[in-house]
């Protein structure tokens, strides 16, 4: 697991799109800071201080298609160019290479997450004055949920990738899934509670309310969809 | 008796509707070459995906190096360098890279591994050149390298020479005989070049449509490739009913032009000779000839007569 972790590494440094889609996030950061808060959402909201910036960020699926897009793309490139091959040749057991590909996933887009965030922050910091006013310690509580909900997102998307079984189908699907859960739903589903609680939309405030409920679902996604996706691997023919 | 590298045990694979393999029994013993042949189809393929464990077989059972899938089998395959179809390259990095990850991923502690076997394949010069930039000779090579690199007691290589020049497949084969002989690995290789085979297998494994039909030592194929009796004459149905009629037991094959081919025993000839002249057969050539292993390959696939 260890080396397979290092080999893991190895790839997500030198993993082009994700680079991109950095470069993305810091262009959509330029221009959100060159343009600043509009007025009216400041009003509406009734933001006030910089740690909105964080209550805001943190729980912002806007990128929910952008991570189905790096993860099909991480997992199901693997497949395509039959680099995947070479891990199940040499004996590395097919939960291990779940596992590892979820981690490795879950390492992408929790710096995606973390960068939007940051670029909350930094917006809301420049509107208000840069302080940690409001910030408390349960503000990591409330991020540690939401990366819980970040993992077991990953690995939705990883069964997917794998039941497609190669790079391009897998965009198509995890685009779409993505677009369609993360993005589009949640201007219907607004006020459902089972759906609000589930990992498509990240915990919405640092309440127990919002918080146990959200961890819980988590915790019960990442544990059926790793064995899902472990039973389907298992029995999956790698054979193109 | 040497120690068993590969056992199958009725092994089988279905897709959907087709047979890929239909019972494959096969034992291949430590330090031997051995060349698996047949044609586009057969099996090759997916036989050594299934003993590479990328695809599950229907039914049926194998044992590598004495253990059987499971836990002790995983641990069994870091011992195995497969290359099946093209090598798994990573294209954007580089020649160096695609060998150290696989130095990683088969747990070699050995650092200097890496180096070694780029060298030993004749692309030291070329280790830093990303690996979509190889042309086919050298991306075989590297597959090798990286088949090499966890010091393998078995190699399972799928079509190693294809796309390769007449050069790059001397220097190959010469490479495998070197690997055989020193590090004493058994290596099973397919190809369609079967004169190549022919060149570098100690044992011969001819499949087809899933089903093993021959197995035979370099010896005893050098045997049966060798001669073979050629006849032509008047009437081959006639010829044929005598053939099964005195001589059940041999193999032969009815070809364009009247010509009909009996494989492996020479001395039959003059029996035959006075069979086809009792039954007033006119016999315009009874001649002894060599066959090709591409021949002896149709002979045993396809055009054989009495299978």
Same mark, same amino acid.
């Given at each position: ?98 596992? !590892? &590909?979820?981690?490795?996933? $879950?390492? #992408? ?7 939007? /965030?940051?670029?909350?922050?930094? *917006? ?78 990240? !915990? &919405?405030?640092?309440?127990? $309310?919002? #918080? ?7 915790? /019960?996604?990442?544990?059926?969809? *790793? ?14 | ?307």
């Amino acid at each position: 697991m260890f080396n397979l972790m290092r080999i893991e590494s190895f790839k997500l440094k030198r993993f082009t799109p994700f680079y991109v889609s950095l470069l993305l996030v810091g262009f959509m950061m330029m221009v959100t800071l060159v343009k600043g808060l509009k007025p009216d959402a400041v009003a509406y909201w009734g933001y006030t201080c910089m740690h909105d910036g964080f209550v805001d960020g943190v729980q912002d699926c806007s990128l929910a298609f952008l991570f189905g897009m790096l993860i099909a793309w991480y997992v199901g490139i693997d497949f395509t160019e039959r680099t995947i091959h070479r891990a199940l040749t040499t004996g590395t057991k097919r939960w291990m290479i779940v596992v !590892a &590909k979820i981690m490795a996933t $879950s390492i #992408l887009t929790l710096i995606m997450h973390l960068l939007l /965030i940051l670029e909350d922050v930094i *917006v809301y910091g420049r509107t208000f004055g840069f302080s940690l006013d409001g910030f408390v310690p349960r503000d990591l509580l409330w991020l540690g949920v939401v990366v819980l909900q970040l993992i077991a997102y990953n690995a939705f998307f990883v069964l997917i990738s794998v039941i497609c079984g190669n790079v391009y189908s897998a965009l198509f699907a995890c685009v779409a899934v993505s677009a369609i859960c993360g993005n589009i739903l949640r201007n219907f589903f607004a006020g459902f509670y089972v759906y609000e609680h589930s990992f498509f939309c990240f !915990a &919405k405030s640092s309440q127990n $309310s919002d #918080l146990i409920p959200c961890a819980i679902c988590a915790i /019960i996604a990442l544990v059926i969809l *790793v064995a899902v996706t472990i039973v389907v691997f298992n029995k999956r023919d790698v054979a193109n | 008796m040497s120690e068993i590298i590969l056992e199958t045990r009725n092994l089988t694979k279905h897709y959907k509707n087709a047979v890929a393999l239909d019972n494959v029994s096969i034992t291949l013993k430590k330090n031997h070459i051995y060349g698996f042949i047949g044609e586009n189809g057969a099996g090759k393929s997916t036989f050594m995906k299934v003993i590479s464990g990328l695809i599950l077989p229907t039914a049926g059972e194998y044992s590598l190096m004495g253990e059987s899938p499971g836990n002790a089998l995983d641990d069994k395959r870091k011992l195995v360098g497969t290359m099946i179809e093209d090598p798994y390259l990573f294209p954007k990095y580089t020649v160096r890279q695609n060998v150290e990850l696989q130095r990683i991923l088969v747990g070699n502690p050995d650092k200097m591994a890496t180096d070694r076997v780029i060298e030993q394949v004749g692309l030291e010069e070329n280790k830093n050149k990303k690996a979509k930039k190889l042309s086919m000779g050298m991306k075989q090579r590297l597959g090798l390298a990286m088949a090499m690199v966890g010091n393998p007691q078995f190699l399972i290589l799928d079509e190693p020479i294809n796309g390769l020049d007449p050069k790059n497949i001397v220097t190959l084969r010469n490479m495998l005989k070197q690997i055989n002989k020193e590090k004493e690995c058994t290596i099973f290789v397919s190809s369609h070049i079967l004169s190549e085979l022919y060149l570098l297998a100690t044992d011969f494994i001819f499949i087809h449509k899933g089903r093993i039909i021959e197995t035979v030592t370099h010896e005893e194929l050098e045997e049966k490739c060798s001669q073979y009796i050629q006849l032509k004459d008047n009437n081959v149905p006639e010829t044929v009913t005598i053939l099964e009629k005195h001589f059940p037991d041999v193999v032969y094959k009815v070809e364009a032009g009247d010509v009909v081919k009996i494989y492996g025993k020479l001395e039959m000839k003059a029996e035959l000779a006075k069979y086809l002249m009792e039954a007033g057969i006119v016999v315009s050539e009874l001649s002894e000839k060599e066959q090709s292993l591409e021949e002896y390959f149709m002979t045993i696939t396809g055009g054989k007569a009495n299978v």
